[in-house]
């Protein structure tokens, strides 16, 4: 079955470690984005990448970092530099380009700073 | 820029009762609109989308939403609810450049508590 798997599940990290989340999908979509999500806030896109090779931040990028070297991957890190990383964090793949599609969610990454 | 706001955090309905969650929207384009649902711990998943044409768009579950131009409006309804719809609920707009789909920018959501 076609999807977005997100991994791990649950995280635990010590402040002042940096975290790499993992997205993988096999829907081969060419957009694929990052989203944070906290208690009453909605989501927020941290990072998006519409091709390969070729990302750009969004409205809370800053403490994050992204990769897209491969089409169907497309890994976060939460850097040290993140001041309140606890949080959950959700991938996000569409068809990109010029389709005004819908986004396909992951089932989410649990961050928890200690 | 864009921005989405869904009035309502929570709201409460008793099993069997019509529901209808509000969104309004600011973009200044034509917009392409979304209603997502999320389950505790879990990802989003689609309920219905509009792009164009008929200005009341069907989705999955027994939901449905209307477009109002006039009103930037984009609620969401449900003629009978089932305890199985408690739930948090996100309105989103699309945004896109000339380059691509550039996201979508969601409400804070709409938590739902059906009561027996």
């Known amino acids: 079955d076609g999807g977005i798997t997100q991994s791990p599940k649950y995280l635990f990290r010590k402040e002042g470690q940096n975290v790499t989340l993992s997205c993988e999908q096999n829907?081969?979509?060419?957009?694929m984005y990052w989203y944070r999500q906290d208690p009453g806030q909605g989501l927020r896109l941290i990072y998006y990448?519409?091709?390969?090779?070729?990302?750009q931040k969004g409205d809370i990028a800053e403490g994050y970092s992204v990769s897209r070297e491969k089409k169907e991957s497309f890994p976060l890190t939460v850097t040290s530099a993140q001041k309140n990383p606890t949080a959950f964090y959700l991938c996000?793949?569409?068809?990109?380009?010029?389709?005004?599609?819908?986004?396909?969610f992951g089932e989410g990454s649990r961050l928890t700073v200690l | 820029a864009q921005s989405v706001t869904q009035p309502d955090i929570h709201i409460t309905v008793s099993e069997g009762a019509s529901l209808e969650l509000r969104c309004n929207y600011s973009?200044?384009?034509?917009?392409?609109l979304f209603w997502y649902v999320q389950s505790p711990g879990q990802g989003l998943q689609l309920l219905l989308k509009?792009?164009?044409?008929?200005?009341l768009v069907q989705g999955i579950k027994g939901f449905e939403a209307e477009f109002k131009r006039s009103q930037s409006s984009f609620n969401l309804r449900k003629p009978s609810v089932h305890w199985s719809d408690a739930a948090e609920y996100f309105c989103?707009?699309?945004?896109?450049?000339?380059?691509?789909?550039?996201?979508?920018?969601f409400g804070k959501g709409t938590h739902l508590i059906i009561q027996p």
């Open positions: 996000a793949s569409s068809l990109g380009g010029q389709h005004k599609g819908e986004l396909f």
């Open positions: 829907l081969n979509h060419d957009a």
């Open positions: 990448s519409q091709i390969v090779n070729d990302f």
């Open positions: 973009y200044g384009a034509t917009p392409y």
């Open positions: 509009y792009f164009s044409g008929d200005t």
């Open positions: 989103a707009v699309g945004t896109y450049s000339g380059g691509g789909a550039d996201g979508l920018t």
